[in-house]
Structure formats: C-alpha cells, structure tokens
C-alpha cells in the first residue's frame, strides 16, 4: 500500500516510514491547527520528507484520503544510516563541545594573570568570589596537614595556585576528544537501531482511511 489520494491514485509506495496524528501546528501567533502526517523517503533527496495527510484550521483539508506504512525493508535500511549519521554528528558535536569545558578534575595551564602563570596542575577545588569564577590548582601531588578555620586537622595540596577561571587553559583537549570519540560510531549506531525497531514495534496505528469522511 501507500498514500493514496482522493482520486486513487498511489504516492510514495514502499516508502512511507512512519504515521503522525494529530499534530499541532502554529498558523498565526495566536492560532493553531492540528495535522495528519506521514514520514516518507525521497530517494531524490537520500532523506525523509514530511507529508501532510490531513490538516485541520477551522475547516478540513484532505491530501490524502487512505494509506498505510508500508516502507521496504531497502528503505529502513536508508532510513536507519540516516539516523546513524545524525546521532554521530550529534555526539561528535557535543564532545568537542564539552571537550572544551573546564571542571573540577581537569588538567589546565596559568596562561595569565597575577600569579602562577605557567605552572600545570589538576583543578581540586572550583568556586565564585565577587570577581567571579575561581579555581584552585594543585601544581603536585604532595599532601601536607593543613589546619582549618574549626581547628581541624586535614590533609590538603601543599603547592597550590589560586586563579580566575579566566585565567587557565586546559590541556590535552585532543586527547580528550580522540578518546570520547571511540565509541561514537557503535553508539550512534545502537541508538539508529532501537529507532527501527521501535518503528516495527509501535503501538499506534500504521494506518488511516478517510474515504468516507472526505467524500
């Protein structure tokens, strides 16, 4: 089957993917419609297309007046390498993203500043002060007793820079990046896998006909 329209006639046979209804779409800043629509492969294009079955606004518009998914499993195929490619650049993006955060737990540089410029440590401790974002960095892993405010004895970082966030740089970001990006494919292909079978598996409906209606 496929889409068919008020005159009979079959559109995208083989190739429609997925049934929406009762979509909300805005009109007007203050006025809406709802929609019937299908998910249908354009092998023109290599993508998916939106096709509007049925629109409502006051008054109904029939495109399409009966159908079914009826997607080949060629075109599943199509459709989950699509998906795959978009939830890896998706990731891909948010990991050199993120790669280029600094946290507590990450290794930076003193690139400026008062003091300490050019040392390397691992970020201990992050907090604000009224000029804003601050760190503390442990330049060694040496541990003296520190004595605090309460006269409690602690072990705490003896070589310490004190800095503005502003004033670091952080290190190995490549590295960081090469890493995250392993398992980027085999995720991104997980993810593209559980949208086809949650295609083949859903409960809503995989049909419509509204021969009668639209008469």
């Not at 970082?157 to 952080?170: C, F, Y």
Request: with cysteine; hydrophobic share 35%.
């Amino acid at each position: 089957m496929a889409l068919y329209d008020k005159n009979g006639v079959a559109h995208y046979e083989g190739r429609v993917i997925e049934l929406e209804f009762g979509r909300s779409v805005q009109i007007m800043s203050d006025i809406w419609g709802s929609e019937d629509r299908a998910i249908v492969w354009n092998d023109d294009k290599t993508t998916t297309e939106t096709v509007c079955i049925k629109f409502d606004d006051m008054g109904v518009t029939y495109h399409y007046v009966s159908g079914e998914v009826d997607a080949t499993e060629e075109v599943l195929e199509k459709y989950r390498k699509l998906r795959e490619e978009a939830f890896y650049q998706e990731r891909a993006r948010k990991i050199q993203s993120d790669a280029g955060v600094i946290n507590k737990g990450d290794i930076v540089k003193v690139v400026r500043g008062r003091s300490g410029v050019g040392e390397i440590g691992k970020i201990f401790w992050e907090g604000e002060s009224k000029w804003g974002r601050k760190f503390g960095i442990a330049t060694s892993e040496v541990k003296v007793e520190k004595q605090l405010a309460n006269g409690k004895v602690v072990m705490g970082n003896r070589d310490v820079v004190w800095t503005a966030a502003s004033n670091v740089q952080k290190l190995h970001v490549d590295k960081i990046i090469e890493e995250n990006m392993k398992d980027c494919r085999e995720i991104a292909k997980d993810r593209a896998d559980q949208v086809i079978e949650q295609l083949k598996i859903s409960p809503y409906s995989k049909t419509f006909d509204y021969k009668s209606k639209a008469a």
